[in-house]
């Protein structure tokens, strides 16, 4: 964030609680360009965000207002600065459905606590397709009011050019064009007169006293129920069994049906047209941020997209005549390329404690966290002080130090147990830390060397960060 922005933001929280600020901390980044910092007093905290879009600002403050009306779960907005472009809202924690779900799923197995926050969940979705789209001002809908065709073939083209073409599918454009104009024409028979959210996943509902609160909703429009429903059990790396998603598809159904005529049958039809589509939307997304931009924790999203498009042509095929894209889906779960996306990938920091650690871009969490601060400190010698871990002296000078040696001998075997336990259950990143007072000696060289230890004894891909060194470079 610009700090000419996170100063505003500081005073804006000063004059609307009336305390002076004690701590910031920035928060992680979502798939959108808003920013976010968690700001503290001596009682009172809130999230300050920036954001340079100002349509979509727009869209979100004038929802926030209508939601907040109709008494649905989303955060306040406390204060703003329009010109600036800047907001301080509500502070709902930092648990969200995302990491409650790593937190309490055991493998495969949904425990009842799970599935009753995912059922509290699409319980509430109802309430804020039916209620939250009452009198809203669509008008305020950026990029645009609904969900339309228009939209549709957006994300059908993002899935076509940055996710088809970047990984090299071949197809005949004309045809799949042809399949993704009888595609819409299916998916625009369902009624349409409802707030679509747009981006409804687990990373974007947040866990307060047990009860789901809304965020990120900037994108929504007028659309179809069902395309929020499957953004949710679709959501790739949350990965739900089949049967809970049959399952929470029941829940949602009784409780539509309180208030709006179903016809089960054609909703289910449709709803499956839905997921096909929020799929190919994700999957260009993931080919945009992944391959294009090259951030690699969004092509580890892939194999779950994929697994999902297996079960899918198996167990709910589309009943449309549309054989180019069905040969394109089923291209993409033999793909060769693809496949080899879904090998562990281990990231390994050195960092000074001074900072503090480093923050899991994963989103995963967990991991390792190892204090080299025991080990004999080459710094403070003269002739270190200049020179890293990555040096030959600094090398030289560990390879004699026994206890370099059994602190590294103790990571290897624990590290190792972990990396056979993630290859065999199909996880896709860890995090390994190694922290010492000024990260340049005893945390570098032990990064190394794990690294070095871990791509000859293992298929795992390793990203390797000296953080302190890179922010004295750059």
């Not at 299916?186 to 809304?214: C, H, T, V």
């Not at 939307?281 to 779950?304: D, V």
Request: proline residues 3%.
């Amino acid at each position: 964030m610009q700090l000419d922005k996170q100063h505003l933001l500081m005073e804006l929280f000063t004059k609307w609680s009336g305390q002076e600020v004690e701590s910031i901390s920035t928060q992680p980044p979502s798939g959108s360009y808003r920013e976010y910092i968690r700001i503290s007093g001596s009682s009172k905290s809130a999230l300050g965000v920036y954001n340079a879009d100002t349509k979509e600002n727009d869209a979100y403050l004038g929802f926030t207002d209508h939601f907040i009306e109709q008494g649905l779960r989303v955060p306040k907005v406390y204060t703003r600065m329009n010109a600036e472009n800047i907001y301080l809202i509500e502070d709902l924690g930092t648990i969200t459905l995302f990491d409650y779900l790593q937190k309490t799923r055991i493998e495969e197995v949904f425990p009842d606590e799970l599935i009753e926050v995912y059922q509290k969940t699409v319980r509430e979705l109802v309430q804020f397709q039916l209620k939250g789209g009452k009198g809203l001002n669509y008008d305020l809908c950026y990029p645009r009011k609904a969900f339309d065709r228009q939209s549709m073939h957006w994300d059908l083209s993002y899935f076509k050019y940055y996710f088809l073409k970047l990984a090299q599918i071949s197809f005949d454009e004309q045809k799949l064009e042809d399949d993704f104009n009888t595609l819409m024409d299916y998916l625009l028979s369902a009624e349409q007169n409802f707030f679509l959210y747009r981006d409804f996943q687990s990373r974007n509902i947040m866990l307060k006293d047990g009860e789901p609160w809304f965020i990120d909703f900037q994108g929504g429009r007028k659309g179809a129920l069902q395309y929020d429903l499957a953004s949710l059990l679709y959501d790739g790396k949350a990965d739900l069994p089949n049967d809970v998603r049959e399952g929470l598809l029941q829940t949602y159904l009784t409780e539509l049906k309180k208030y709006h005529k179903v016809d089960e049958t054609e909703f289910s039809h449709l709803f499956y047209a839905h997921v096909y589509i929020r799929i190919m939307q994700a999957m260009g997304a993931y080919g945009f941020r992944g391959f294009y931009e090259k951030k690699e924790h969004f092509l580890k999203s892939i194999p779950y997209a994929l697994k999902n498009i297996t079960k899918l042509l198996q167990n709910n095929p589309l009943p449309l005549e549309i054989p180019e894209l069905t040969k394109v889906l089923r291209s993409l779960t033999q793909n060769e390329k693809l496949k080899q996306i879904n090998s562990l990938t281990v990231t390994i920091n050195s960092f000074s404690y001074k900072r503090g650690i480093p923050f899991d871009m994963s989103g995963n969490g967990g991991g390792f966290v190892f204090d080299c601060r025991a080990i004999h400190n080459p710094g403070r010698y003269e002739a270190y002080k200049q020179i890293t871990g990555k040096d030959q002296p600094v090398i030289d000078f560990f390879e004699k130090e026994p206890e370099m040696h059994e602190f590294l001998d103790g990571v290897y075997n624990m590290v190792s147990k972990s990396v056979e336990k993630y290859i065999s259950r199909g996880f896709k990143h860890l995090m390994v830390n190694f922290g010492c007072t000024g990260g340049q000696h005893r945390s570098v060289y032990s990064a190394e060397n794990l690294a070095k230890y871990l791509k000859e004894k293992y298929a795992v891909s390793i990203k390797l960060k000296h953080v302190e060194q890179e922010i004295k470079k750059g």
